[in-house]
Structure formats: structure tokens, C-alpha cells
């Protein structure tokens, strides 16, 4: 289960979310970044968080600790921002919580360097898990003391919308035409015969644990007092469902038209220089 810390002051919202995620701090003395559940995205979004998130993690790439966060909305009371303070109000106990970066930089492809392998790993997971948002509009990737670190999966598992649907997903192309870290040459070959066979059905199953009952309650077709169990179970299925076949599935097409231009030769010299290290 992820640890639990208690919210005690919202310092500030982060406008380039969509969501609204705020910097909160907590009883731990943690500085978090707080996706709320009342936000319009609903909950899904927090479970998707929360599996993929713990899954990158345990496959070795970097992603932000996760933790449960309980918000008494009194806190956000002094926030002058309306749309705010109707977050909050909507967002009363549990949220989820996710270690803030301090002095992390958006990723920038052009002044960053990826190599082949890294780059390989997470396209090679962001198509297992279906993630739509990891594009050169939004890279939802940060750099932090030198290193990517990967953010926000709550646009991930889109099946999880249409469970009487989900298994078909399992054979649709994922396309990374757009994905920030296709111009970095991904190995997805290697990738994939590193990590395909450590997503088993008991890693899933420990991931899938750390999703909060209050979050998976009264899912259609999963009523029940056994209905969080069984929608855990339908998300270990459909990944498993996917693991094997997922370097099959990614299609690398010719850049997108729309990628910023290329860096000045200068700036081009220094990340690659950077790339070979
Ligand atoms: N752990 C973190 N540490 C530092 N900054 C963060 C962290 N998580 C998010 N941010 C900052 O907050 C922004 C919004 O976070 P995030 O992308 O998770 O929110 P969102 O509402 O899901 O956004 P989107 O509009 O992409 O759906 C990020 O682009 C980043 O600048
Ligand atoms: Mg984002």
C-alpha cells in the first residue's frame, strides 16, 4: 500500500496542468504535487497514475514517489482563486500525492539528449500502457539533477473507459510518430527483451494492490462488495494481455510536419556531446 501523509498547506496551483495539480505540503514534512480527485478528469485518472506509475517505477524507470494524501478542504480557504477553492471543496479526503521536483526543468529534445536505450524504454512502456501524452506538444517528462524523470500517466489505459471493449485494445497499433523521444532513435527491440519479461502477472498484481479501494468502488459490471478486487484483476488481464506483443504493435513513422525545427548547430554539438557520455 502507499504510504499516507496528511495535507497541512497549499502553497500553489500549477497553471500548466490541465487538472489543476497543486504544490501541497504535508504532515511529513514532504513537499508534494496533489492531483485532486475532484478534478473534472475524475478518478480513473488517479488509478491510471497510480498503476503506471508504480509499474515505471518498479521497471526501472524514473518516476516521482506516490503517495496517498488526505486534504481537509479548510486548508485551501485563504486561496483567492475561485476555481481553486472549488477544487478543494470537491476534493475532500483521499487524493493522490506525488514527490515534487524542486528546481526540475521541463524536458526540452532540443537542449536534452536521450540515448537510444532510454529512450527505447519508455516508449516501449508508455505503448504498453497506451499513454497519449508523452507527445513533443506535452512531454509530461522532467529533468531533474541530470536525469529524465517521467510524469503524469493519467491519460494512459484508455481501455479502462470501455471495459466490455478493453481486451480488443490489446492488438491496436500504438503509434510514437509524435512521441517526444522518437527523434532519439529508440531501441524498442532492446527494450523490449529487457523489460517484457518482467511485467508478470505477480508484478501487476502488486501494482494494481497500491490503487485505493475508494477509487475503484461501483465501477459498471464490477458492483459488489468484491467489485474493487475484480477491477484489479481486469487491469492486471489487459496488461498481461498486451506485454508480448507490445514492440510488434509500436509504429515509428516519418516525423510529424509540425516538430519544432531543428536545434542551431551549436546547442546540437553540446547534446550530442552530452549523449556520448
Ligand atoms: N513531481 C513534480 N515535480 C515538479 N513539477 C511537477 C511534478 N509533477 C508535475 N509538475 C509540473 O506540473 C505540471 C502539471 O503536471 P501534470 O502534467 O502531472 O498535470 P496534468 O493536469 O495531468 O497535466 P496535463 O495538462 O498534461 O494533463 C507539469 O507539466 C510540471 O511542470
Ligand atoms: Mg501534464
Known amino acids: 500500500m502507499l504510504e499516507e501523509v496528511v495535507a497541512t498547506r497549499y502553497v500553489t496551483p500549477l497553471r500548466e496542468g490541465g487538472s489543476l495539480p497543486g504544490i501541497v505540503e504535508a504532515d511529513d514534512l514532504g513537499t508534494y504535487v496533489m492531483k485532486f480527485t ?11 497514475e497510480v498503476i503506471c506509475g508504480q509499474l515505471g517505477r518498479r521497471l526501472g524507470l524514473r518516476v516521482p514517489d506516490l503517495v496517498r494524501m488526505q486534504l481537509d478542504p479548510v486548508i485551501g480557504l485563504a486561496e483567492p482563486d ?11 479526503g483521499l487524493n493522490l500525492g506525488m514527490d515534487y521536483l524542486p528546481g526540475s526543468i521541463g524536458f526540452d529534445p532540443l537542449a536534452f539528449a536521450v540515448d537510444p536505450l532510454d529512450a527505447g524504454r519508455v516508449v516501449w512502456f508508455d505503448a504498453l500502457i497506451n499513454n497519449v501524452d508523452r507527445s ?18 493519467g491519460a494512459t489505459m484508455i481501455w479502462h473507459h470501455n471495459w466490455p471493449t478493453a481486451a480488443q485494445a490489446a492488438t491496436r497499433p500504438y503509434d510514437a510518430s509524435d512521441h517526444v523521444l522518437a527523434p532519439f532513435d529508440p531501441d ?10 518482467k511485467v508478470t502477472r505477480e508484478l ?22 468484491d467489485g474493487p478486487d475484480r477491477l484489479r484483476a481486469a487491469y ?28 542551431p548547430a551549436w546547442l546540437r554539438v553540446w547534446a550530442e556531446g552530452k549523449a556520448a557520455k
Open 204 to 225: 501487476l498484481t502488486e501494482v494494481a494492490a497500491d490503487v485505493p479501494d475508494e477509487w475503484l468502488v461501483d465501477e459498471p459490471g464490477f458492483e459488489g462488495p
Open 136 to 153: 513533443w506538444r506535452n512531454p509530461n517528462l522532467l529533468v531533474w539533477h541530470g536525469e529524465l524523470w517521467l510524469i503524469d500517466h
Open 188 to 197: 524498442i527491440a532492446a527494450a523490449a527483451k529487457t523489460l517484457a519479461p
Open 236 to 263: 492486471v488481464e489487459r496488461l498481461l494481455d498486451r506485454v508480448a506483443t507490445t514492440h510488434e504493435r509500436i509504429k515509428l513513422g516519418p516525423p510529424t510536419t509540425q516538430r519544432p525545427t531543428q536545434a
Open 38 to 48: 475532484g478534478a473534472g478528469q475524475g478518478r480513473k485518472t488517479l488509478v491510471a
Open 82 to 92: 475561485e476555481e481553486v477553492q472549488e477544487l478543494l471543496k470537491a476534493s475532500g
